[in-house]
């Protein structure tokens, strides 16, 4: 009689909608990543299986504080104010979608973003000298 390993509860894909994305590393709050030791690939969010060659050999670190944006909108809601979103690519190479601040830096595909903090949401803004 063999025995089956029980199979891992949680999914490959991290669910970005109600998965708790931040983290608290060494390096401070940093959104949640899993990198694969087999591919060297990174991914965002807590993962038990690496999405590009489904090795389990993964583990979970921070992702990079900054990135620069790739593409943004602005959505103009019914009476709410004005709020950007747009997909950032960090700088090891994970893309992700997150809302967007904009101070005195005006937003533009290719400017350099930091991740920024408001209680528990996380947003990215161009960064400081950009
Ligand atoms: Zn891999």
Redesign the pocket.
């Known amino acids: 009689m063999s025995v089956t390993p029980e199979a891992p509860v949680s999914v490959p894909i991290a669910d970005l909608e109600n998965d708790d994305l931040l983290g608290a590393f060494p390096e401070g709050r940093r959104l949640v990543g899993t990198r694969?030791a087999?591919?060297?690939?990174t991914m965002i969010g807590d993962r038990v299986v690496?999405?590009?060659?489904?090795?389990r050999d993964?583990s979970r670190v921070p992702l990079p504080a900054t990135g620069v944006l790739y593409s943004f909108t602005r959505l103009h809601l019914k009476g709410e104010a004005v709020r950007a979103v747009g997909y950032v690519d960090l700088d090891d190479n994970v893309r992700t979608l997150a809302d967007l601040r904009e101070d005195s830096i005006p937003l533009r595909p290719d400017v350099p973003v930091e991740l920024g903090f408001d209680g528990d949401d996380w947003f990215f803004t161009p960064a400081t000298g950009a």
């Open positions: 694969c087999d591919c060297g690939q690496c999405s590009a060659c489904v090795s993964v």
